[in-house]
């Protein structure tokens, strides 16, 4: 019933090269931070599973540290698990349903199912290991067995940590850990013993080689009580010389480092790694994880989180305890030390604003425009919409709901409009340019369900600003390019009486950006017939964005769009195709369009774990690996330009270069391949091709010149053809099921 270990793409990118770099780390001996993977790479697989461990090696850095929690057994055997009950990370309340127990730990009940009631055998042959957090993928539940400790060595880890939480509760039940340990060879295979028990280390001092093995205090919550001495956590850190004469660093969690405020910012660092370096001590930090975010001030980027540890102008912590290893090994590896870097191959693919930053700033706004320059964009865009008198604005969508409060002053306004969503809305058109500017733009997040909010500071910071102050912002921060988007000029012709085409050629053309060839312009639309009215300026990409999720390009429509479009826009579910999480195919549109000499962008890419498929390790630099080394995309869409930028800047991003580490893009399937059949969700139909009929668009009707209601009868009988803007709008990746689950793990304090 328990399924070997399948060998699949990602075991074989372990790497050897040591680094070659003569950078420096301000860590205690000036190494590199080591990568301590919690229970191998628990962030995808049950922890301290076979799957966990074998990964955490292959994905991580060469010298990467598998962490394991010990219990003991019935019978003195050590077996890795974090929580000292297996009852949420293993199945035994089914198996063993009657056995419930509670014990007095540390003077606290606790009530559950002890590793110590149980013998190993009837461990081993009856029970299996669940995922206990619920973010992460329930798809490998019930077939791998515990991990002994002799388990988790025999893979030859580059290092082993073992901590041991309860001694003095093991003691107290006759079971001894130290006697575990010595009685075994296993000694040898141990490159660090962490405890929170003082007793417990001041023993072990005793009985280990210390050349061998390093001893590391392990600070708890700073409120709870040191079982040896019945101190808090929080006295023996003013006291760190007392720890030096029994252990040679310490393990610390990542706020006694770097606090937080109540609401989720950063506050000034402490002292502590100073302060422990100057007493010889080592620092490790624990608590990282990618679905874990931990503060606004790191905009959902898991890597911008280690580099605030290890890439500080002050100090590096020694070393960082992750559930994501490779995400700790990337950052350490890659993006550390690089931020004046500039990119390998610079303008081979280009990062693109998503209404600016929008992930960090109100989007469409001053502030985000000027955040995405900041961040590296190469290309910053607008989506051009009108005011009712005529005024071109950048912003997401026609609809101001969302983007504003518009509800709370222009309720009035709210109208149906079919044509351009089937949802009311408050239109741009029947607003004016002073009534527009009178609304204070909102940040909010285009996933709304997850629970994570983008930066609260930020909510209602900046101003929406005219098309035209866009082009002259554009011309004096000297980005690579601009890209405007139109969307639903056929209805605001011969509706509203106004046109979009020229509105934009006009502002163009007064920055001049139709006589130059510094700053790249592309036109963006979903409308081929919008696209066409600027095939007279040469020096314009044309980019089509096709919305609608599409399984393939047949060669027909791609010399259709050939017509129209140098580049496409394509929806992430276009080219990545999931299920439940997992990446399932990659499509060949990318091939397709690149067989025609058409580029090919993907939008939007966002930082949010929940947004990322668990083949990407809920981590955005991953995400950005695949699309960009193994799918050869030419530009990525993004609110968050930042990140694209790193990682671009970044030595491993070129996939030829000789690194230390490599951020190896990932296969399509290679997660669901190592599940059991009967637990694969069902199959999800693959997008259907895309047609001739869906390209090509009517030509775009006559501006009427009254702006009522009332059709202009030289555009000829108003028939509402269902142009491409109506098309579905299906982009998102159907996570929100995860962010509930995460709103109540957030709230459990976790
Ligand atoms: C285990 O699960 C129960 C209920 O789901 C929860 O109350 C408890 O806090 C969990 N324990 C741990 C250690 O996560
Ligand atoms: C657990 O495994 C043992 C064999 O070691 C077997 O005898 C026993 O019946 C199993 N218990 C349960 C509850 O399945
Ligand atoms: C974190 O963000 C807050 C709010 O934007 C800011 O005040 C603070 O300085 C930031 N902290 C760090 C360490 O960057
Ligand atoms: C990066 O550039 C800044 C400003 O030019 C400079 O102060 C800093 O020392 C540079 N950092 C490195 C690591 O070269
Ligand atoms: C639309 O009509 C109103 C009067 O009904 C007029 O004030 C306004 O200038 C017109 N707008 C355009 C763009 O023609
Ligand atoms: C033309 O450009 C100038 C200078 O950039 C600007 O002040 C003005 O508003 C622009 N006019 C239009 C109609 O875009
Ligand atoms: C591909 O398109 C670029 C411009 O987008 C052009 O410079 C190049 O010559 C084209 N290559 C081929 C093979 O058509």
Redesign the pocket.
């Given at each position: 019933m328990i399924r070997c270990l399948v060998l699949f793409s990602l075991l074989i990118l372990s790497t050897s090269a040591q680094k070659t770099s003569s950078q420096t780390w301000q860590t205690l001996n000036g190494d590199e931070p080591v990568v301590i993977a919690r229970g191998g790479f628990s962030g995808l697989f049950p922890e301290s599973s076979q799957f966990a461990h074998q990964i955490a090696l292959s994905t991580s850095l060469s010298n990467v540290i598998l962490y394991c929690n010990l219990q003991l057994t019935k019978d003195s055997v050590g077996i890795c698990q974090t929580d000292i009950r297996l009852d949420n990370s293993t199945n035994i309340a089914a198996?063993?349903p009657k056995s419930q127990k509670t014990y007095t730990i540390n003077g606290e009940n606790v009530q559950g199912w002890f590793a110590l009631d149980y013998t190993s055998?009837?461990l081993f042959?009856?029970v299996t290991l669940t995922q206990s957090i619920y973010s992460r993928p329930s798809l490998f539940d019930g077939t791998l067995p515990l991990s002994t400790v002799d388990d988790a060595i025999g893979i030859k880890p580059p290092g082993f940590w073992l901590n041991v939480q309860y001694d003095a509760f093991y003691a107290a039940n006759k079971l001894s850990v130290s006697s575990y340990i010595q009685k075994t060879t296993r000694f040898m295979g141990i490159s660090y013993i962490s405890s929170p028990e003082i007793g417990f280390l001041k023993n072990m001092n005793k009985i280990i080689n210390k050349a061998k093995t390093k001893l590391i205090f392990r600070f708890l919550d700073a409120d709870a009580v040191e079982p040896t001495t019945k101190q808090p956590y929080s006295s023996i850190l003013k006291d760190l010389s007392s720890i030096k004469s029994i252990a040679s660093g310490i393990l610390v969690p990542k706020e006694y480092i770097w606090p937080l405020s109540k609401d989720q910012y950063l506050l000034t660092p402490s002292s502590v790694v100073a302060d422990a370096h100057k007493q010889g001590l080592e620092v490790y930090a624990s608590g990282f994880a990618n679905d874990m975010p931990g503060s606004y001030n790191y905009s959902y980027d898991p890597t911008a989180e280690y580099l605030q540890f290890v890439d500080n102008s002050d100090f590096s912590v020694d070393g960082v305890l992750t559930d994501f290893p490779p995400t700790a090994s990337e950052a350490i590896a890659c993006l550390a030390h690089n931020k004046n870097a500039t990119r390998p191959s610079k303008g081979k693919i280009l990062v693109i604003s998503h209404n600016g930053a929008s992930g960090v700033y109100p989007g469409s706004t001053d502030l985000a425009y000027q955040q995405a320059v900041d961040d590296g964009a190469d290309i910053i865009d607008c989506s051009v919409q009108m005011s009712k008198d005529g005024v071109a604005f950048c912003l997401n969508s026609a609809d101001l709901l969302g983007s504003s409060n518009a509800m709370t002053s222009f309720m009035s306004r709210s109208t149906m409009v079919s044509e351009i969503q089937p949802k009311s809305g408050i239109f741009s058109f029947d607003l004016t340019w002073s009534e527009i500017q009178t609304l204070t733009p909102q940040l909010t997040s285009p996933l709304p369900n997850s629970g994570l909010a983008r930066n609260p500071a930020n909510k209602n910071q900046g101003k929406f600003i005219t098309l035209s102050d866009f082009l002259d912002f554009a011309k004096a921060k000297a980005v690579s390019g601009i890209l405007i988007d139109i969307e639903n000029a056929a209805y605001l012709a011969s509706k509203k009486g106004l046109s979009i085409i020229d509105a934009v050629t006009a502002a163009l053309s007064n920055a001049t950006f139709d006589k130059q060839a510094t700053q790249q312009v592309m036109i963006q639309s979903d409308d081929t017939s919008v696209l066409s009215k600027f095939k007279n300026v040469p020096g314009y990409k044309r980019v089509l964005s096709i919305k609608e999720i599409i399984g393939d390009v047949p060669k027909q429509t791609v010399e259709e769009i050939k017509k129209f479009a140098d580049a496409v826009n394509l929806p992430r579910s276009s080219i990545v195709t999931t299920n439940g999480g997992f990446t399932t195919t990659f499509t060949t549109v990318v091939d397709e369009l690149h067989a025609a000499n058409i580029s090919a962008y993907v939008s939007v890419l966002r930082n949010e774990y929940v947004a990322i498929a668990f083949d990407f390790f809920s981590d955005p630099v991953v995400e950005l690996a695949t699309y960009v080394g193994r799918l050869g995309i030419d530009g990525v869409v993004t609110d968050y330009p930042k990140t694209a930028d790193a990682y671009l800047r970044s030595p491993c991003s070129d996939l030829n270069a000789k690194v230390a580490y490599s951020i190896l893009p990932a296969e399509a399937g290679a997660l669901l391949g190592l599940a059991e059949p009967e637990v694969l969700p069902p199959a999800e139909a693959p997008g259907p091709p895309l047609t001739v009929d869906d390209v090509v668009d009517p030509p775009l009707p006559q501006v009427s010149s009254s702006n009522g209601s009332t059709a202009d009868p030289a555009a000829g009988p108003v028939k509402a053809p269902p142009r491409s803007s109506g098309r579905a709008n299906a982009a998102n990746m159907g996570l929100h099921l995860l962010g509930i689950l995460l709103i109540s793990l957030l709230s459990a304090g976790y």
């Open positions: 198996v063993f055998d009837q042959n009856n």
